[in-house]
């Protein structure tokens, strides 16, 4: 079996269960090799057997369930990956399959609870992930057809439409259903900045703008908001307004490394190239490794200042340090890219 050989290994195996008709282990070899071989019906009747002669054999619960699932016999599935693990609960597998069954059951409900224990098991698993967004996308589906037959007109249902359009792209629908879920609650908190973030996505940054400020008229301390309103006004050449408003958010999160590189920008905008070099040394530091982006542009805004106030080692310093963070940044993208691939071609050989 090791080896690959698996029409050799059931014929062995089978000629081992006519001679020991007894024998669980054997049944439960036969039946690998058969499910090895896709032979599922024959499979399913030689873990079956195994698991009568020996209940609580290691493995065999699973593999019957992963059999009958092949079959598409999905209730049967359910209670033997059920059994699967109960009898090994820190098996990742057999929590996997369990939800698996369930999806293919139409029950997302159990499906998700069975995954999200997979996931907490092997929580990068690439198949168990799949199968789990899997899940979450089919209750999430339900859940809005369900408000969608409850309340048709709900403004809670325009702003579901509108972040689906979203995330397709179709800006223009998105537009049209927050406004109409806006009309309808107009003083929701939440709304203004969703549609705002459209408008963003579309450069539209007037409107972004205006809605971000309405945003913070119902909800003054959203934080959010207020972060993403001063990026407004810094691409809208306001910089007084966005240095305004980066101050405050600073005061209520000090270690916000992108709040003090636009504090950086804003400053620049005004002529405050002093200040502006003390924010952006400020965002060096507080960038971790997740703020690589953060990191790598403010190092090129510190060597662009240190050059104009005629620091030229600092400057040089600075370039070299943006230089090489691009260069690993650009290799952690190809790599990425290698990687994806190498899954892309993983999924389509093991997924279920």
Not at 48 to 56: C, F, G, M, S, V
Not at 82 to 89: K, L, N, V
């Given at each position: 079996m090791q080896s690959g050989h698996w029409d050799e290994a059931g014929a062995a195996f089978a000629r081992v269960v006519r001679m020991r008709p007894q024998f669980a282990e054997a049944y439960f070899n036969l039946g690998l090799a058969q499910s090895e071989q896709r032979k599922?019906?024959?499979?399913?009747?030689?873990?079956?057997?195994?698991?009568?002669?020996?209940?609580?054999?290691?493995?065999?619960?699973l593999f019957a369930g992963i059999a009958k699932y092949r079959q598409n016999e999905?209730?049967?599935?359910?209670?033997?990956?059920?059994?699967?693990?109960?009898?090994?609960?820190?098996?990742?597998?057999?929590?996997?399959?369990?939800?698996?069954?369930?999806?293919?059951?139409?029950?997302?409900?159990?499906?998700?609870?069975?995954?999200?224990?997979?996931?907490?098991?092997?929580?990068?698993?690439?198949?168990?992930?799949?199968?789990?967004?899997?899940?979450?996308?089919?209750?999430?589906?339900e859940c809005y057809?369900?408000?969608?037959?409850?309340?048709?007109?709900?403004?809670?249902?325009?702003?579901?439409?509108?972040?689906?359009?979203?995330?397709?792209?179709?800006?223009?629908?998105?537009?049209?259903?927050?406004?109409?879920?806006i009309r309808l609650q107009p003083h929701e908190p939440g709304l203004h900045q969703e549609l705002a973030d459209v408008y963003w996505q579309q450069n539209d940054l007037p409107d972004a703008e205006a809605e971000f400020q309405s945003e913070l008229q119902?909800?003054?301390?959203?934080?959010?908001?207020?972060?993403?309103?001063?990026?407004?006004?810094?691409?809208?050449?306001?910089?007084?307004?966005?240095?305004?408003?980066?101050?405050e958010v600073l005061r209520r999160n000090p270690r916000s490394a992108d709040a003090h590189y636009q504090l950086g920008r804003a400053q620049a905008q005004m002529g405050k190239e002093d200040a502006a070099i003390q924010s952006f040394s400020a965002a060096v530091t507080e960038a971790g490794?997740?703020?690589?982006?953060?990191?790598?542009?403010?190092?090129?805004?510190?060597?662009?200042?240190?050059?104009?106030?005629?620091?030229?080692?600092?400057?040089?310093?600075?370039?070299?340090?943006?230089?090489r963070l691009k260069q690993e940044a650009d290799a952690q993208q190809a790599q990425r890219l290698q990687d994806k691939l190498k899954r892309a071609a993983q999924m389509q050989d093991a997924t279920p």
């Open positions: 599922w019906d024959e499979a399913s009747t030689s873990l079956e057997r195994a698991l009568k002669l020996k209940p609580t054999l290691h493995g065999a619960s999905y209730p049967q599935a359910i209670t033997l990956l059920r059994h699967a693990t109960q009898q090994e609960p820190g098996n990742a597998a057999a929590y996997m399959w369990l939800g698996v069954a369930e999806l293919a059951a139409a029950d997302a409900d159990d499906a998700a609870t069975a995954l999200d224990k997979a996931a907490r098991l092997k929580p990068n698993d690439v198949d168990i992930l799949y199968h789990r967004g899997r899940a979450y996308m089919l209750i999430s589906k057809e369900k408000m969608y037959e409850a309340e048709p007109n709900s403004w809670r249902v325009h702003e579901v439409l509108g972040q689906s359009f979203a995330e397709a792209e179709r800006y223009g629908d998105a537009i049209n259903e927050y406004l109409t879920a119902e909800d003054p301390d959203n934080v959010t908001a207020m972060y993403k309103l001063a990026v407004v006004s810094v691409e809208r050449a306001k910089p007084e307004a966005a240095a305004s408003l980066l101050q490794k997740d703020d690589s982006e953060t990191l790598r542009q403010s190092y090129y805004q510190l060597a662009q200042l240190y050059r104009r106030a005629q620091k030229p080692a600092e400057s040089q310093a600075a370039l070299q340090s943006f230089l």
